[in-house]
């Protein structure tokens, strides 16, 4: 009786995770933080197989020395999720970490936008500037440059270029920036190996005009993704079709503009993350509230939209994915075998979503090269989680970095999305 018992129970328990890996198989999960708020916004692979998680807290617990506002955060994880170390920047005001990545030299790049006039900043512009450090593995600053005009300006993505140095994207609101339209204007800097500035480049109308991704071309140009609200300026004879459109420019390695085009419908666009795929094309993923235009299909509220572009920006397929209510993209990676992977949140619990476990679960998707969704997972408690980047492993399983939020989650702007610890998982589909 007394074995009957034990194997009633090993059945039990085996049926419990047989029916959670029905879903997805969560090797493991991890949540980090302090007393205050915790916000990731970046992961990156480092060569070693270690992980690099970038955002900003204002748990001030956490940090060295005097007390501050808001810090920009560097966590260093192994391939386990076990915490090697961290780092902390900033000043006494505001400093926000958007996006970190590891050199072909073993550096650490870290990018995003500080208020702060003192501390570890050294050239303090404007209101906000933005801000790029480099570190040596033990966080240790090694170079740290401030970027922008006299008002407000953020970066967004940073990578390094093929050809040597950097180079990021981001919006500007400063009027004595060259170029400047007027409102938020796309941002795009190309810097040296030390964050020397080789060119700088403004495009955008009297609307606002956010760049939130770049990745760079075959042929050492770039490729520009963000949102437009403005139908002059660099945009003078290009279609406004309703409130924000997705805005993709070509840039030739200099930053001068080879073609750009907009895209979407009468509704609110998003564009978060594009790459490049193995023709030469391009594949965009954010979100959409349209049902017209480029977009069909829409099943409520915004969807996830996935763009095909051929080299010369025409589209190839355009596909959404979502339920009847909020669905958003922010990450998007090309896995091994040329499909896409997707991360982002649901709130919805029909449509493509099998389910919902809480008010806003974070949400992956993989789809195939040719646009068809292959299958979808969510992840969540009865709480509110968002996942805001993902990756691909050295063992073949997958990553998200995310949060859970704190208080009532705003569905968007940066500013919504904070979060009350952030949130890692790795995953086999």
């Known amino acids: 009786m007394v074995f009957l018992r034990k194997l009633l129970i090993v059945l039990f328990l085996m049926a419990g995770v047989l029916v959670s890996a029905s879903h997805a198989l969560i090797h493991w999960e991890k949540t980090f933080g302090g007393e205050g708020g915790d916000n990731v916004r970046n992961a990156a692979l480092r060569n070693d197989g270690s992980l690099l998680l970038t955002g900003f807290s204002d748990s001030t617990e956490l940090f060295t020395g005097r007390s501050r506002k808001v810090e920009i955060f560097e966590i260093l994880l192994n391939g386990r999720g076990q915490q090697i170390r961290s780092g902390h920047f900033g000043g006494m005001n505001e400093d926000r970490g958007y996006t970190g990545i590891e050199t072909s030299t073993g550096k650490l790049v870290i990018a995003g936008a500080s208020a702060s006039t003192e501390g570890d900043r050294s050239d303090p512009r404007g209101l906000w500037d933005g801000w790029v450090l480099q570190t040596d593995d033990a966080f240790n600053i090694e170079w740290e440059k401030s970027f922008g005009g006299k008002d407000n300006d953020s970066i967004r993505e940073i990578i390094e270029a093929k050809d040597g140095g950097y180079i990021f994207c981001g919006y500007t609101q400063s009027s004595n920036l060259e170029n400047h339209h007027g409102g938020k204007d796309f941002w795009i800097v190309r810097l040296d190996e030390s964050g020397n500035i080789l060119w700088e480049k403004v495009y955008g109308g009297s609307g606002f005009d956010m760049a939130y991704s770049i990745a760079q071309t075959s042929d050492y140009g ?183 939020f704190k208080g009532k989650p705003e569905v968007a702007g940066d500013d919504g999305r904070l979060y009350e610890d952030y949130w890692v998982v790795n995953f086999q589909p």
Request: proline share 1%.
């Open 222 to 404: 770039f490729i520009v993704a963000g949102y437009t609200f403005s139908s002059n300026g660099d945009l003078k004879g290009k279609t406004h079709r309703g409130n924000g459109d997705w805005w993709i420019i070509k840039l030739n390695r200099y930053g001068d503009i080879e073609w750009h085009e907009t895209y979407g419908g009468a509704g609110w666009e998003e564009p978060r993350k594009v790459a490049v795929t193995s023709d030469k094309g391009y594949i965009i993923t954010g979100v959409t509230g349209s049902n017209d235009g480029h977009l069909t299909g829409n099943r409520g509220g915004w969807d996830v939209w996935l763009l095909k572009l051929n080299r010369s920006g025409k589209i190839e397929w355009s596909k959404t994915f979502g339920g009847s209510n909020h669905d958003k993209a922010f990450s998007l990676i090309i896995d091994r075998r040329g499909n896409f992977f997707i991360a982002g949140y649901t709130t919805s619990s029909d449509g493509d979503v099998s389910r919902l476990a809480g008010g806003m679960d974070a949400w992956v998707l993989r789809v195939s090269s040719s646009g068809t969704l292959m299958w979808e997972h969510t992840f969540g408690t009865e709480k509110d989680e968002c996942a805001e980047s993902i990756l691909q492993l050295p063992d073949g399983t997958y990553l998200f970095a995310g949060g859970v």
